[in-house]
């Protein structure tokens, strides 16, 4: 009889684990645009899972605009995933929250399972060439000192 492991997690169908590479999967804006996800490689990304329903989601997307207007498409991109079920409250909650940088709303949970967004908000962090380097549940401050040196390291890169 064999010993099962001290601890046990369930994985998302098809979830992609830190240190493996994120398979291209259709991106499709708020604005009836459309872009895949290797159209992202080249540069290290940021990609946030979140809905508008949820409030630590809603309260840490101030300081990931932030982060974008400081440092997105410089030194890396940030781009925001919805698992919302209605486009028209995520649309509306992005407005009021003045975010500019670029969104996307999941269809048939493709990136939500993909990503490993059994709760949110996740934060992942994957390098230029799609590599899942990081994964962060939960809500955080995405502009503060701690922050920055994190991702800094993450993507070996001085913010």
Same mark, same amino acid.
């Given at each position: 009889?064999?010993?099962?492991?001290?601890?046990?997690?369930?994985?998302?169908?098809?979830?992609?684990? /830190?240190?493996? /590479? @994120?398979?291209?999967?259709?991106?499709?804006?708020?604005?009836?645009?459309? #872009?895949?996800?290797?159209?992202?490689?080249?540069?290290? @990304?940021?990609?946030?899972?979140?809905?508008?329903?949820? &409030?630590?989601?809603?309260?840490?997307?101030?300081? @990931?605009?932030?982060?974008?207007?400081?440092?997105? &498409?410089?030194?890396?991109?940030?781009? %925001?995933?919805?698992?919302?079920?209605?486009?028209?409250?995520?649309?509306?909650?992005?407005?009021?929250?003045? /975010?500019?940088?670029?969104?996307? !709303?999941?269809?048939?949970?493709?990136?939500?399972?993909? !990503?490993?967004?059994?709760?949110?908000?996740?934060?992942? @962090?994957?390098?230029?060439?799609?590599?899942?380097?990081?994964?962060?549940? %939960?809500?955080?401050?995405?502009?503060?000192?701690?922050? !920055?040196?994190?991702? &800094?390291?993450?993507? #070996?890169?001085?913010?």
């Amino acid at each position: 009889m064999s010993a099962l492991p001290a601890t046990a997690f369930a994985k998302t169908p098809g979830e992609v684990d /830190v240190g493996g /590479v @994120l398979r291209d999967a259709p991106l499709y804006g708020f604005a009836g645009d459309y #872009r895949k996800l290797s159209e992202l490689r080249g540069k290290p @990304l940021i990609i946030n899972v979140w809905a508008s329903w949820c &409030g630590p989601c809603r309260a840490e997307m101030g300081s @990931l605009e932030r982060l974008s207007r400081r440092f997105g &498409g410089k030194q890396f991109n940030i781009i %925001g995933v919805s698992t919302d079920d209605d486009a028209r409250a995520a649309a509306a909650f992005l407005q009021q929250a003045q /975010v500019t940088f670029d969104n996307y !709303l999941d269809r048939n949970m493709l990136l939500e399972h993909m !990503l490993g967004a059994d709760t949110i908000p996740l934060t992942i @962090l994957v390098d230029a060439r799609g590599r899942v380097l990081r994964k962060f549940h %939960g809500s955080r401050q995405w502009d503060s000192p701690e922050a !920055l040196e994190l991702i &800094g390291k993450a993507f #070996r890169k001085k913010l």
